[in-house]
């Protein structure tokens, strides 16, 4: 199944594990697209503030439908410069960094950085991880109907989004 988080303007994701290789990158008519060696990121612009990061496991095909922007593209104008060992994908408003070695993935909006991942995405023993960069103070919401209080910082939450 595939993994797909969304990234809405100020809640950003980035879903690479620590060790991923970076392989190519091609920017495509409506999305980046960035070939790792343990799969493929599709970076896709659905406004000059809402962007969506989607990882496909090697083995696993692309779901174009998603459960978590309900927005329709709206044929943003991109940026897209490969200066050798970092790629920037651009909108009006946000941007996506990509450094090939080691990989990794930071947001950015109008030039503030929004996150980058800690440990990104992974497989565990029990399942899939998520880790985010964040700054002491920042709160994280989301992830669904729970038992628990607004901020999810700190907890372990399983999600069902795929």
Do not use: C, W
Not at 31 to 36: A, G, M, S
Not at 63 to 80: C, I, L, N, R, Y
Not at 119 to 133: H, M, P, Q, V
């Amino acid at each position: 199944m595939m993994k797909r988080i969304s990234l809405t303007l100020l809640l950003a994701f980035a879903a690479q594990a620590q060790a991923r290789d970076f392989v190519s990158a091609q920017a495509l008519a409506d999305h980046l697209e960035i070939k790792t060696d343990d799969g493929t990121y599709r970076i896709k612009p659905y406004s000059e503030q809402v962007i969506e990061t989607s990882f496909v496991p090697i083995g696993e095909q692309f779901d174009p439908h998603s459960h978590a922007v309900v927005e329709v593209p709206q044929g943003v104008k991109t940026g897209f410069k490969d200066e050798g060992g970092a790629i920037d994908y651009s909108t009006g408003g946000l941007s996506v960094h990509i450094v090939k070695q080691p990989f990794a993935i930071s947001y950015a909006y109008r030039g503030k950085p929004v996150t980058a991942e800690k440990g990104g995405y992974a497989k565990i023993a029990d399942g899939e991880s998520l880790s985010f960069a964040l700054d002491d103070g920042e709160a994280l919401y989301g992830g669904g109907a729970r038992a628990l209080g607004m901020n999810r910082r700190g907890y372990r939450l399983r999600l069902y989004n795929k």
